[in-house]
């Protein structure tokens, strides 16, 4: 199957459980967003998939590929938040060597799109300010053709030409040659209309995997006088509430039920990132 | 071109509506190339997916046609389809709201009636 599959993946750092038997199939193919709050078990999971972290238990396999062996880590390729390169190495000798280690990589493209940035691949890493070793690791992942690219918090310290940029290759890359794209990130609105898939974690469990489209499609706010959103949200999935003076705000998932002509009952759409922000904060009443 | 995020409508039906206003207001012209799902992928920022979608419901109209090996193209008879649809469309999404604020107003159809007269007199002076 090509996918990337996790089977009761669990992970603790002490007393810390960061990956709490998680069990998820991402299918190859599509754009996906791994969306949760600090600390909420992204970067872990990542770790796993890239053979960065071991897991205490559980299994991933990367197209049926065991994570660890060498044909899983000849398809997938992670850019996350540490360093892997040696400070002293030029951008153009890290090109070079990235040739060397990924058949897919093309270092003409890596030059191309380091120029787009305005990367100075004549600058020793070393010496590159935060956001510009962000944009060496991302001009690296931009050219490698590989089956699976997945990004941690990918525009940390980049300014918004830059991000743009990075969305926009991304997108060109994605539309041109295909493959699986994994972003973990916490700015939610930003990545939003990329994503075909949203994967919401929190507390080291799958909170929710759904398409982005029947999500923001499912997801609404109703408000009104409390009586009447108190009877019309009945046995609706409600994910959360708010209070503005007598007026209330029920945030539902689900289908919308019409309501009689002259009713008090006003909808509106909810974000994504309003969704995010209301799921993850019951979880945490709830906890 | 503009997206709405926020907006009630799902993304894919945006980007139709906005290709639909390109071809009803002349600036894409029938059997013109429609622009690339990659192309506007990337210039909006969306889901190559989601742009396809979009361009599908266009293709599905008979607005726009995919031409093989060569991307898609306006059909003939294309601005003639879309003034169909939306008269077809012009109660529920035009009158209706119209007359549903009215009734909030304590309007009545009287009274929306007396303004559109108005306007027509208006619009004639």
């Known amino acids: 199957m090509e996918a990337i599959e996790l089977k009761n993946v669990t992970k603790r750092y002490g007393g810390v459980t960061a990956l709490d038997g998680v069990s998820l199939t991402l299918e190859a193919g599509k754009i996906y967003g791994l969306l949760g709050r600090n600390g909420a078990g992204k970067s872990t999971l990542l770790g796993v998939l890239s053979n960065r972290i071991f897991a205490d238990g559980g299994t991933a396999f990367i197209n049926g590929n065991p994570v660890g062996s060498s044909a899983a880590q000849d398809l997938l390729f992670c850019v996350g938040e540490a360093n892997y390169y040696r400070p002293a190495c030029r951008v153009k000798d890290l090109f070079f060597w990235a040739g060397k280690f990924y058949a897919g990589f093309d270092e003409t493209l890596a030059e191309e799109i380091a120029g787009k940035f305005r990367l100075d691949v004549n600058r020793r890493f070393k010496s590159l300010s935060t956001g510009y070793r962000s944009i060496c690791k991302l001009t690296l992942a931009l050219a490698l053709r590989i089956p699976y690219l997945v990004f941690d918090e990918p525009v940390l310290g980049l300014d918004a030409n830059s991000r743009e940029l990075f969305y926009t290759l991304l997108l060109g890359s994605y539309a041109k040659n295909g493959g699986t794209v994994v972003l973990a990130t916490h700015l939610i609105e930003e990545v939003a209309s990329l994503l075909e898939e949203v994967v919401l974690i929190d507390h080291g469990k799958i909170l929710l995997q759904r398409s982005a489209e029947s999500l923001r499609e499912s997801g609404y706010c109703v408000a009104g006088p409390e009586q009447e959103v108190d009877r019309y949200c009945a046995g609706k999935h409600v994910v959360g509430e708010d209070r503005l003076g007598g007026l209330k705000l029920a945030y539902c998932l689900g289908g919308r039920e019409p309501v009689p002509a002259g009713s008090p009952l006003q909808f509106s759409q909810m974000s994504l990132q309003k969704l995010f922000v209301k799921l993850t904060e019951r979880e945490a009443e709830n906890g | ?125």
């Open chain 2, 1 to 125: 071109m503009q997206l709405d995020l926020l907006s009630e409508k799902p993304i894919f039906q945006q980007i139709a509506g906005q290709i639909e206003d390109a071809v009803f207001t002349g600036g894409l012209a029938e059997g013109s190339r429609a622009p690339s799902t990659n192309e506007l992928a990337a210039l909006l920022g969306i889901n190559p997916h989601t742009v396809l979608k979009g361009m599908n419901l266009l293709v599905e109209e008979g607005i726009l046609e995919k031409k093989r090996g060569m991307g898609m193209y306006v059909a003939q008879g294309a601005v003639e389809a879309i003034r169909r649809k939306r008269q077809a469309q012009f109660y529920r999404q035009y009158v209706r709201p119209l007359l549903e604020e009215a009734a909030k107003l304590n309007m009545s159809r009287a009274d929306v009636a007396a303004l559109l007269e108005k306007e027509e007199k208006h619009g004639s002076d």
